[in-house]
């Protein structure tokens, strides 16, 4: 018996990563992730294998479209190990609560819309708060980086530093029997970025299965983004009013955190008041404080006097009454309040508050989805739809683009040529224009390596000899 890999997720796409391996005969996943945007409906469908059947998951990091199906996983029979590193569990357990509480929420309010409309009713939400906490058990076992560890049936694996959030990893496998490679890169990281460490970088790999998020295009540099942001603030605060930031619950605000606290050390940032309105990223903050043996020696630095993420000047605003009061202030007020997309959550109660004031500002500093609110002010739209109700864009609005936690097409390439010979180059992780460029890219100056290049679909199964 050889190895083969399946195709279940992540293929032509950028969400619900789901990779099945049969090495002679021992099943593994690498990731379990929830299907997002226009990919949704897929969450809805049965896994195409046995749950009950795979000994071993293999969690590259705790971003919901790499683990977000785990509670689903485990309803369905899995009874095997959940391996990781210890912030990628911690983060994982925090995002799938709130994931099963944000498809309640979404839930509810379709079903009301549904009766009252006297539409067919929704289907229910594919796992809720007890299925959540029931897959907790299965986390097992955490690794930590560069320290392989051997599987049942002679398999060998190895959790190496992706540089992409904290915890993050890419994937070594090896079959001691055959001593074939494979190397998942997870995601990985934007080597320009503060907090955690930069990417490692890979040796021996036969077979590579790699992200191509940005595989057709870079960021602009993180250091002049963080000069755009901070102008973005001044200006702001020179015309009277308060600025938003829409921002992830993980990563990204922990990143605005740490620069506003640089700022306020520099002089740089006037007498103000930042909120931190979102209980997921106060929790997601803690979870970065307890971990600091995963920092970079400049956040490490910082760490030996003082904590990285706090600063005179925040609040931190977990209940509902203390984030209603925020409406009190009229100017020199920082808000960063969840979802990202602004898709759902608190920031959208600050929105109908501060987005028809033209001395506001709406800075976003991450990644807007098409069928967004986010994405429509992004392309210029001069009212949007809150909550019933009207609201004129007048707020000035700024996009930050260096704050990605993805790799640029560089980087990615930077991380592909350390290998030394590459039988076979997946494509994983894209949209297929980017894949595409990625993939001529390494024909043209990697052809030397890498032997074959490999864009799957959907439910492809491949040998791997
Ligand atoms: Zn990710
Ligand atoms: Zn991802």
Known sequence: MGISVSFFGATK??????????????????????????????????????????????????????????????????????????????????????????????????????????????????????????????????????????????????????????????????????????????????????????????????????????????????EESKEEFLQAILETFERGGNVLIPSFALERAQEILYILREFYEEGKLPRCHVFLDSPLAIKATQIFKDNPEFYDEETLEVFTHE???????????????????????????????????????????????????????LIFVGFQAKGTIGRAIVNGAKKVHIFGEEIPVRAKVYTINGFSSHAGQNELFDWLKNFKQVKKLFLIHGEPESMEDFATLVKKELSHKVKDIIIPDYGDEVELK
């Open 13 to 222: 796409t950028v969400t619900g990563s789901l990779f099945l391996l049969n090495i002679r005969g021992t099943k593994l996943l690498v990731d379990c992730g929830m299907f997002q945007g226009h990919d949704h409906e897929r969450n809805y469908e049965k896994f195409p294998f046995d749950p009950g059947e795979v000994s071993y998951l293999l969690l590259t990091h705790a971003h919901i479209d790499h683990c977000g199906r785990i509670p689903l996983l485990v309803k369905e029979g899995f009874k095997g190990e959940i391996i990781c590193t210890k912030p990628t569990a911690q983060i994982a357990k925090i995002m799938l609560l709130d994931a099963a509480k944000v498809m309640k929420e979404h839930y509810k309010t379709l079903y009301k819309k549904a009766v009252r409309k006297g539409k067919e009713l929704p289907p229910p939400p594919i796992y809720e708060t007890y299925d959540v906490i029931k897959s907790f058990y299965f986390f097992k076992v955490l690794v930590y980086y560069d320290t392989p560890i051997l599987l049942k049936n002679d398999i060998r694996v190895t959790f190496r530093n992706a540089g992409h959030i904290l915890g993050s990893a890419f994937i070594e496998i090896e079959d001691l029997k055959t001593g074939i490679r494979l190397t998942f890169s997870g995601d990985l990281g934007n080597t320009d970025k503060p907090i955690i460490k930069p990417y490692e970088l890979p040796e021996k790999g036969d077979f590579v299965f790699m992200e191509t998020t940005y595989g057709n295009r870079n960021h602009k540099s993180f």
């Open 307 to 361: 904590d990285p993420f706090d600063f005179p000047y925040l609040q931190l605003t977990e209940d509902v009454e203390e984030s209603k009061a925020i409406n009190n202030f009229r100017s020199n007020a920082i808000i960063i309040a969840g979802n990202g997309m602004v898709s759902g959550g608190r920031i959208l109660h600050h929105l109908k508050n501060n987005l028809w004031r033209e001395e506001c500002s």
